[in-house]
């Protein structure tokens, strides 16, 4: 392939690696993670409510990484409450995976980039080490491919595992008692998708510029290599 065509696919893929670095930063620091509905089922038995009426008592939840906010709603209006995870709700939620939750962002949002770096390296100069070229091309693609994987499964078992809405929005609840009526991810959840998918595009890309796979050998180099051997 020419090395205009290389240098731009390089530009290409280290555009979107810097990309999905500020999208993750920004993710991580929003309460677009987890949006829903909490019903206030003491309420609602209390008296007895069903279809309309039901609707007095559903209030609403949303939260991220950090903080969150809901509307507690108990027939008499609805009643806004803020958090936080640190320190108020620290002991009951899953916070091994929560604080793994947002190790692997951090190391999303470096290793992105370190190979929007390492790309714009590899179009404007010369990759003269190993980690420089083709090969780190791969291994930081793979890296933060793989940490994207890692956020979106732990978050969604400390969501729908661990029950993580209906922990909070039961926090610091004596006499009512909240159930999940429903519930979805947002918009920063699904920007983690998005960047996972674009740096395995990334993958893609470099394969795509004419450089093989780091685990792939043409068999001819192998057996010239033996017939230099035998010479010797």
């Given at each position: 392939m ?6 731009l ?5 280290g ?9 993750t930063?920004a ?5 677009l993670?987890?949006?829903?509905t909490v ?9 007895n ?6 609707h ?14 809901r ?9 806004p409450f803020?958090?936080?995870f ?27 980039l370190?190979?929007?770096g390492?790309?714009m390296?590899?179009a ?5 080490e ?11 693609s ?8 890692l956020?979106m499964?732990l ?6 595992i ?8 039961n ?7 909240f159930?999940t ?11 983690i ?29 192998g ?5 230099v051997?035998?010479?010797?």
């Open positions: 020419p090395a205009r065509q290389k240098k696919i390089f530009c290409i893929a555009a979107l690696s810097l990309a999905c670095a500020l999208g930063a993710a991580v620091g929003t309460q993670w987890v949006r829903g019903l206030c089922t003491t309420g609602a038995l209390l008296v409510a069903t279809g309309p009426e039901l007095k008592f559903i209030g609403d939840i949303q939260y991220g990484l950090f903080s969150g906010q509307v507690r709603q108990c027939g008499l209006g609805g009643r803020q958090f936080s640190f320190p108020d709700l620290l002991k009951i939620i899953p916070a091994s995976i929560h604080v793994s939750v947002i190790l692997f962002c951090t190391v999303l949002i470096i290793f992105a370190v190979g929007a390492f790309f390296f590899n404007f100069g010369s990759p003269y190993t980690l420089h070229g083709p090969i780190g091309l791969y291994l930081w793979f890296i933060a491919c793989s940490c994207g994987c956020i499964i978050f969604s078992s400390e969501v729908k661990h029950h993580l809405s209906e922990k909070i929005a926090f610091k609840e004596g006499t009512f008692t159930k009526h429903s519930e979805q991810f947002a918009n920063s959840f699904w920007t998708l998005v960047c996972s998918l674009v740096h395995f595009i990334n993958a893609l890309l470099i394969r795509f510029a004419g450089f093989e796979f780091p685990f792939s050998k043409s068999k001819d180099s057996t010239i290599t033996g017939a051997d035998l010479m010797y």
